[in-house]
């Protein structure tokens, strides 16, 4: 399958952080985007070259619409943490993906998922997700990624780290997480559309490297030029903070992954795979510290930010 012929690509959630930033580097290498939306018109991110499709998740025939006269498809769940609406979203994307003769499908999990199935419906509703798409026959491709270094660049996190040096995530210390932009999640992605011989499989994306919050906290202060700290935000002030913007239902769904990730059971879910899939998918994750760099943090000195907590992954 060569990435050099250009793809009819149905993207669902790319009005989302993670969806939209998959969308753009599609469109940027010349690929031809749908996605489907309920937003209005007037109330749409800007996704230059993208076709919008009005419709629902949860309504077969609109699928089936976003669906038409495509040939490969990527899906992004959005923050919904009902096991049995995920369900259905998946089976109604299965079942329109199968009747347009899609190529292969591409499903971002938002996460990484435990082995075996758990009380965590941030977890369990990706779970169910992958099976659905998995048992269906359609040509599928898994990328799970672990945690968005975008999430640091928001109105949570900016004006701590840049005004004091602050960087405040609701992760134990010690986790090493192999942190991702959106952007190599987007390469990621595209890599799995388009390399050959992947059907079937499921990678555990990420950076190449695992980094303790005290390794973080040194990239970005390389990256910014000055002394940066990390601080271990409790899972549940960041839930409550989360909240606030979304609803406790949803912010409940979110911060699970992250009273997960509290109670030890797990400590290298969120960890570097040793460059097993960098070389597979053949994508090269830039270093944190090149990240850094590349964000214009200016935006945020002397702001004043009433609480410092970390945005949910987008």
Same mark, same amino acid.
């Given at each position: 399958?060569?990435?050099?012929?250009?793809?009819?690509?149905?993207?669902?959630?790319?009005?989302?952080?993670?969806?939209?930033?998959?969308?753009?580097?599609?469109?940027?290498?010349?690929?031809?985007?749908?996605?489907?939306?309920?937003?209005?018109? $007037?109330?749409?991110?800007?996704?230059?070259?993208?076709?919008?499709?009005?419709?629902?998740?949860?309504?077969?025939?609109?699928?089936?619409?976003?669906?038409?006269?495509?040939?490969?498809?990527?899906?992004?769940?959005?923050?919904?943490?009902?096991?049995?609406?995920?369900?259905?979203?998946?089976?109604?994307?299965?079942?329109?993906?199968?009747?347009?003769?899609?190529?292969?499908?591409?499903?971002?999990?938002?996460?990484?998922?435990?082995?075996?199935?758990?009380?965590?419906?941030?977890?369990?509703?990706?779970?169910?997700?992958?099976?659905?798409?998995?048992?269906?026959?359609?040509?599928?491709?898994?990328?799970?990624?672990?945690?968005?270094?975008?999430?640091?660049?928001?109105?949570?996190?900016?004006?701590?780290?840049?005004?004091?040096?602050?960087?405040?995530?609701?992760?134990?210390?010690?986790?090493?997480?192999?942190?991702?932009?959106?952007?190599?999640?987007?390469?990621?992605?595209?890599?799995?559309?388009?390399?050959? $011989?992947?059907?079937?499989?499921?990678?555990?994306?990420?950076?190449?490297?695992?980094?303790?919050?005290?390794?973080?906290?040194?990239?970005?202060?390389?990256?910014?030029?000055?002394?940066?700290?990390?601080?271990?935000?409790?899972?549940?002030?960041?839930?409550? $903070?989360?909240?606030?913007?979304?609803?406790?239902?949803?912010?409940?769904?979110?911060?699970?992954?992250?009273?997960?990730?509290?109670?030890?059971?797990?400590?290298?879910?969120?960890?570097?795979?040793?460059?097993?899939?960098?070389?597979?998918?053949?994508?090269?994750?830039?270093?944190?510290?090149?990240?850094?760099?590349?964000?214009?943090?200016?935006?945020?000195?002397?702001?004043?930010?009433?609480?410092?907590?970390?945005?949910?992954?987008?």
């Amino acid at each position: 399958m060569s990435s050099q012929i250009p793809m009819r690509v149905a993207v669902v959630g790319a009005t989302g952080f993670q969806g939209g930033a998959i969308a753009r580097l599609l469109v940027e290498r010349h690929h031809r985007v749908r996605t489907l939306t309920r937003r209005p018109s $007037g109330d749409r991110p800007p996704l230059p070259g993208a076709f919008f499709v009005a419709g629902d998740l949860a309504r077969p025939a609109d699928v089936r619409r976003l669906f038409e006269g495509t040939t490969h498809a990527v899906v992004t769940m959005p923050l919904v943490y009902d096991v049995e609406r995920i369900r259905r979203y998946a089976r109604n994307v299965a079942l329109a993906a199968l009747a347009a003769g899609t190529v292969r499908l591409v499903f971002n999990a938002n996460t990484r998922l435990p082995h075996g199935p758990n009380a965590v419906a941030a977890f369990e509703t990706r779970r169910v997700a992958e099976e659905e798409l998995r048992d269906s026959g359609v040509p599928l491709v898994v990328v799970r990624p672990p945690v968005y270094l975008d999430n640091l660049f928001s109105p949570w996190n900016g004006p701590a780290l840049v005004n004091e040096g602050i960087l405040a995530y609701p992760l134990p210390a010690s986790t090493p997480t192999a942190w991702l932009s959106h952007r190599d999640l987007a390469e990621a992605v595209h890599a799995a559309l388009t390399v050959e $011989g992947l059907e079937g499989r499921t990678f555990d994306i990420g950076g190449a490297r695992s980094l303790s919050g005290d390794e973080l906290a040194a990239a970005f202060s390389r990256g910014l030029g000055r002394t940066v700290r990390y601080l271990q935000l409790p899972p549940e002030v960041f839930e409550r $903070g989360l909240g606030r913007l979304l609803g406790p239902e949803t912010a409940a769904g979110v911060a699970g992954i992250y009273h997960y990730m509290a109670t030890g059971a797990d400590p290298l879910l969120l960890a570097a795979d040793d460059g097993v899939s960098s070389e597979v998918l053949r994508v090269q994750p830039a270093p944190v510290e090149e990240w850094v760099t590349r964000q214009p943090w200016q935006m945020w000195s002397g702001d004043d930010a009433e609480e410092q907590s970390p945005s949910p992954q987008g």
